[in-house]
């Protein structure tokens, strides 16, 4: 018996043909979509922060972290080296000026001063008898001229007598023993005259040398200051007094001549020192303001000195307080200092967000009226501080953005949003 084949519809027929058309159709639609309106998608309002553009004061301000430091800081270095033989005081220990910190030993230092001061001494002892020398030379030559003055005056007054009786009585004195006497008076007082011109000479040689000698002997005496001071440097003392914040010796341990073992730090006022960014090295200069809280109190600071050297992409910066010395501060207390670049003034504000990273802040998503949907808009920013951005460009007082992260978005067009943001701020 036959069976009647039953008629199939036609759509079952040309369902390929059908499907291949939907699929044209689909791909058609999505171009006409992206040439009139560019990419859409659709985003989860719930997900994403916002932000009103407002219009305030604004003072561009970059955060850095300081670290409070010792205005004045002292280091102990080892004058002479040796072998740690007693440590007197700890680290982080109150000091004052004078006190004993370490005693050190060095016998070949010892042994070397004894043999220096052996010779110095007899050095000493080689110009003190040259000074005894050369003062018993101008003693001697004084006496002489004492004599020829005492035989002078002698023959002066025989001569007198004898010239006087001369002339009473010829026969009394005779003329050869006047003329002898004479002789010798001229003879005696030549004698002098030239005792005198060496008495001269030699008292102007003798001061040129007694004056080099005492150079000499003072000379050997700061040696042998210079030796007692190198032996005691083996005793280090503190310079100052402060808190001993670091000392690295051991007992028994070997230090250097000049090697640095610790320092001592003032306590009466403090600095500031930081790291900033190579990016603001040509807008950072000496006497620039900055600010910082610490345990509820602001503390005003401007920078004292700039180190130049850049290293691993950032520059160093000292701060002095400015109106107190950071009293209730301590030493090695990090704090956040905004580091400011000019006075306030009222521009555009754009806060700042995620939405940075993403975009350079070069353009951002600006939310429509019906608050369901976000559009791309160019903008152009300016100055910065830790909050917001100036905006020089792009946007009015009253716009919304969307200042999250952009990653997910894929640069599209326009956001759809699942919901109006009104409902989730």
Request: aromatic share 6%; charged share 30%.
């Given at each position: 018996?036959?069976?009647?084949?039953?008629?199939?519809?036609?759509?079952?027929?040309?369902?390929?043909?059908?499907?291949?058309?939907?699929?044209?159709?689909?791909?058609?639609?999505?171009?006409?979509?992206?040439?009139?309106?560019?990419?859409?998608?659709?985003?989860?309002?719930?997900?994403?922060?916002?932000?009103?553009?407002?219009?305030?004061?604004?003072?561009?301000?970059?955060?850095?972290?300081?670290?409070?430091?010792?205005?004045?800081?002292?280091?102990?270095?080892?004058?002479?080296?040796?072998?740690?033989?007693?440590?007197?005081?700890?680290?982080?220990?109150?000091?004052?000026?004078?006190?004993?910190?370490?005693?050190?030993?060095?016998?070949?230092?010892?042994?070397?001063?004894?043999?220096?001061?052996?010779?110095?001494?007899?050095?000493?002892?080689?110009?003190?008898?040259?000074?005894?020398?050369?003062?018993?030379?101008?003693?001697?030559?004084?006496?002489?001229?004492?004599?020829?003055?005492?035989?002078?005056?002698?023959?002066?007054?025989?001569?007198?007598?004898?010239?006087?009786?001369?002339?009473?009585?010829?026969?009394?004195?005779?003329?050869?023993?006047?003329?002898?006497?004479?002789?010798?008076?001229?003879?005696?007082?030549?004698?002098?005259?030239?005792?005198?011109?060496?008495?001269?000479l030699e008292d102007e040689l003798r001061e040129t040398q007694l004056s080099q000698i005492q150079d000499s002997i003072l000379q050997v005496d700061k040696n042998?200051?210079?030796?007692?001071?190198?032996?005691?440097?083996?005793?280090?003392?503190?310079?100052?007094?402060?808190?001993?914040?670091?000392?690295?010796?051991?007992?028994?341990?070997?230090?250097?001549?000049?090697?640095?073992?610790?320092?001592?730090?003032?306590?009466?006022?403090?600095?500031?020192?930081?790291?900033?960014d190579q990016f603001y090295i040509s807008k950072v200069s000496i006497g620039q303001f900055g600010e910082f809280r610490f345990d509820g109190k602001k503390h005003d600071i401007k920078i004292s000195k700039i180190y130049p050297q850049v290293i691993n992409d950032v520059f160093t910066v000292d701060f002095e307080f400015v109106g107190d010395s950071g009293v209730g501060i301590k030493p090695g207390q990090s704090v956040q200092i905004n580091l400011s670049f000019g006075d306030e003034e009222r521009v555009l504000l754009l806060s700042k967000g995620s939405y940075y990273r993403d975009t350079g802040g070069r353009w951002v998503y600006v939310l429509g009226d019906d608050g369901m949907s976000a559009y791309k808009r160019e903008i152009r920013i300016g100055r910065q501080n830790s909050q917001n951005f100036e905006l020089v460009e792009g946007l009015e007082v009253g716009d919304w953005i969307i200042t999250s992260g952009y990653g997910s978005f894929n640069e599209a067009e326009k956001l759809i949003l699942s919901k109006k943001v009104t409902e989730i701020n």
């Open positions: 018996m036959d069976r009647k084949l039953e008629k199939k519809p036609w759509f079952v027929k040309h369902r390929l043909a059908i499907l291949s058309g939907v699929a044209l159709l689909s791909v058609i639609t999505y171009s006409l979509a992206m040439s009139s309106g560019g990419q859409k998608l659709r985003i989860d309002a719930e997900r994403i922060g916002v932000s009103q553009v407002t219009y305030g004061e604004f003072k561009e301000f970059i955060p850095i972290i300081g670290i409070v430091e010792p205005e004045k800081t002292i280091y102990l270095d080892v004058v002479q080296g040796g072998r740690v033989e007693e440590i007197f005081v700890e680290d982080g220990q109150q000091i004052a000026k004078g006190e004993l910190i370490v005693r050190l030993s060095n016998d070949s230092l010892v042994q070397s001063s004894i043999n220096n001061e052996s010779l110095f001494i007899e050095n000493m002892s080689s110009l003190r008898e040259r000074q005894f020398t050369l003062t018993t030379q101008q003693l001697n030559l004084r006496e002489q001229l004492l004599d020829y003055n005492f035989q002078i005056n002698q023959l002066e007054i025989d001569l007198e007598r004898q010239e006087g009786i001369s002339k009473h009585n010829k026969n009394l004195i005779s003329q050869s023993q006047l003329e002898d006497n004479k002789n010798r008076l001229k003879y005696n007082k030549d004698k002098r005259d030239i005792l005198i011109k060496r008495i001269d042998l200051d210079l030796i007692k001071q190198t032996l005691d440097s083996l005793n280090v003392r503190s310079p100052i007094s402060g808190q001993l914040s670091t000392l690295r010796v051991e007992l028994g341990r070997s230090i250097l001549q000049g090697e640095n073992i610790g320092k001592i730090d003032i306590l009466d006022s403090f600095k500031v020192r930081a790291e900033i």
